[in-house]
């Protein structure tokens, strides 16, 4: 059977003070700015990370409501999300990244923005070799994951 891939963004913003929420949204074709996630009326508060090509029966499978994950169709919503404290962040972020299967994605983008991305991730990353750094970065939180 063949799948549907799609590009997914990943993304996060902090929800509350010491809270964070964790998304993973589908990015439409024809997107005129893909690091802008749907749902920030353009305030830009949630730094989306990567696109990735994933297919969404695959990140369904991890991002369970079992495990505490919002899914596509709540509250009329197109997207998985969680929610969780700061300290929970790298552990939570990694289950979307390995859900996203981000150590063997082929096509992957990180965010052109990666002074900000680096920030959010503890690491220094400018300019093309940020880009590497950011990457890195994201499949070691998703080698942690497993």
Not at 7 to 30: C, D, K, S
């Amino acid at each position: 059977m063949e799948t549907q891939q799609d590009f997914w963004a990943v993304g996060t913003r902090e929800y509350m003070p010491g809270v964070l929420r964790i998304r993973v949204e589908r990015i439409p074709e024809g997107t005129q700015n893909p690091w802008l996630m749907a749902g920030t009326e353009g305030t830009g508060k949630y730094v989306v990370f990567a696109l990735i090509r994933a297919d969404q029966s695959t990140i369904a499978e991890r991002l369970t409501r079992e495990a505490g994950w919002k899914q596509p169709g709540d509250s009329g919503q197109d997207r998985f999300s969680i929610t969780c404290s700061k300290e929970r962040f790298p552990e939570m972020f990694g289950v979307a990244l390995d859900a996203l299967c981000v150590k063997k994605a082929e096509t992957r983008e990180v965010n052109p923005d990666t002074v900000t991305v680096g920030k959010m991730l503890g690491v220094n990353a400018h300019g093309q070799t940020g880009k590497a750094t950011v990457m890195k970065k994201l499949i070691g939180l998703a080698a942690k994951a497993n």
